[in-house]
């Protein structure tokens, strides 16, 4: 079975940068969607970015499209999300999930994911 596993959250000042990376063990994510999600107190998850490993493609929310890189390491079986330029509005746990086929969801969506990790707290405060 897959196995997901976040790390790299913290406390960073607005206007900083955090990479989170999400590990993965059991499978190769060659052939896996990756998707990245965040869920503050209080409201409802959202999808940050995703990556479509059979051809690279990328995807991102408004909110956070030009500050956040989603990126692949196939050799580290790893998926990144480097943040840049983050505001306080970005605080959230941030999860990443993985899918084969999401079964005609969207990949921002966070419907069809069949593996989650744990999430990696993200604060942005001065």
């Known amino acids: 079975q897959l196995q997901l596993v976040e790390s790299g959250g913290g406390l960073v000042q607005p206007g900083g940068s955090l990479r989170l990376s999400c590990v993965a063990s059991g499978y190769t994510l060659d052939y896996y969607i990756i998707g990245w999600f965040r869920q503050a107190p209080g409201k409802e998850r959202e999808g940050v970015s995703s990556?479509?490993?059979?051809?690279?493609?990328?995807e991102y929310a408004d909110s956070v499209r030009g500050r956040f890189t989603i990126s692949r390491d196939n050799a580290k079986n790893t998926v990144y999300l480097q943040m840049n330029n983050l505001k306080p509005e970005d605080t959230a746990v941030y999860y990443c999930a993985a899918a084969i086929n999401l079964g005609g969801w969207g990949r921002l969506e966070g419907q069809g994911y069949d593996y989650w990790g744990q999430g990696t707290q993200v604060t942005v405060s001065s």
């Open positions: 990556v479509r490993s059979r051809d690279g493609n990328m």
